[in-house]
């Protein structure tokens, strides 16, 4: 090799080398500015939420402030318990039930996929999950009770909160409602359930399904033996068990604007009957158009219809 080859084999070298460090400090100062431009999406999350219907971007407090509903298209977002706690009583009035009841994983419910996913916790599964939506909505589970004033007038009211596993009524559902509207019956009150759910608990097999009937049992002598009103509120969704039981049975059936409201679900219906069914024949609006329900009450006028309601039925203020 001649000195001339070897020094532009040299001068080749040093610039793939200056090349590379050029690149590799440029990718660095990439990395830098991404981190230090990166999102926090949990934050976001608790400042902003999107409609299902329209895909709005919602700032949460003027949408908490709008009861839940889309400001854009009038959209009837899914509402926490505790934030339907608060239109209908009156500030200061509310006083729980049974707040410290809790869930048995009596039957040491798994799925067979994740024993095969979770080989050292085949029987912590159902726990898990109840434990999970626990820190995650901070109830005990899918449903809050207790007693209040609404305008004045005392009640007894139940709201079911759909975040917790889908509102699915299990054991402690059920007892709580049936603690419910035996107190409301010892206490001559009316009760009023706001439904939200999927229906009974499969994780609780056969103990989720009794629920429908011991909740009924108790109805039976608030309403018949007793005489005293009950109200069922529906919103969406409200299926399943819950549908076949107390969210039918009220002397006064209410309904949000454009609810879900079935037994079994539109699919679940066309394989079974082999034909297809019409398009949101399962809304609030096409059920009431066939007499399923008495009232379809919006959130803010809620309120104000209950109270004339119980006006209507004599019911004092407290």
Not at 20 to 30: F, G, L, Q, R, T
Not at 172 to 191: D, H, N
Not at 251 to 277: H, M, N, S, W
């Amino acid at each position: 090799m001649s000195i001339k080859e070897w020094f532009e084999d040299r001068r080749k070298i040093t610039g793939l080398i200056k090349n590379s460090v050029e690149i590799d400090s440029k990718d660095a100062n990439e990395t830098e500015k991404n981190k230090n431009l990166s999102i926090d999406y949990a934050k976001i999350n608790r400042l902003w939420a999107q409609c299902d219907n329209c895909e709005s971007l919602l700032y949460i407090r003027f949408l908490r402030e709008n009861q839940s509903v889309c400001k854009e298209c009038g959209y009837y977002l899914q509402m926490n318990s505790s934030d339907r706690i608060e239109l209908p009583i009156d500030r200061d009035t509310w006083r729980p039930m049974d707040e410290d009841m809790y869930t048995l994983d009596v039957l040491q419910f798994h799925s067979e996929n994740e024993i095969e996913e979770h080989l050292d916790s085949e029987d912590e599964y159902y726990k898990d999950h109840i434990t999970f939506y626990q820190i995650e909505t901070g109830l005990t589970d899918a449903i809050q009770t207790g007693i209040g004033q609404l305008n004045g007038i005392p009640i007894a009211l139940g709201v079911m909160d759909f975040k917790f596993m889908g509102g699915s009524m299990g054991s402690v559902v059920g007892e709580k409602i049936t603690r419910l509207i035996e107190r409301a019956t010892a206490e001559s009150l009316p009760v009023i359930m706001v439904c939200a759910s999927g229906g009974a608990r499969m994780q609780e097999g056969s103990f989720g399904l009794m629920q429908m009937a011991k909740i009924a049992s108790a109805l039976y002598i608030h309403q018949k033996d007793k005489k005293l009103l009950y109200i069922s509120i529906l919103t969406s969704p409200t299926t399943g068990g819950v549908t076949a039981s107390f969210g039918m049975l009220g002397d006064i059936i209410i309904a949000e604007p454009k609810a879900y409201i079935a037994f079994a679900g539109k699919r679940v219906i066309e394989q079974t009957l082999g034909q297809k069914v019409i398009e949101d024949f399962q809304v609030t609006e096409h059920l009431f158009g066939h007499g399923l329900f008495d009232l379809i009450v919006s959130r803010n006028l809620l309120k104000g219809v209950l109270s004339e309601l119980f006006r209507l039925y004599g019911l004092p203020r407290k």
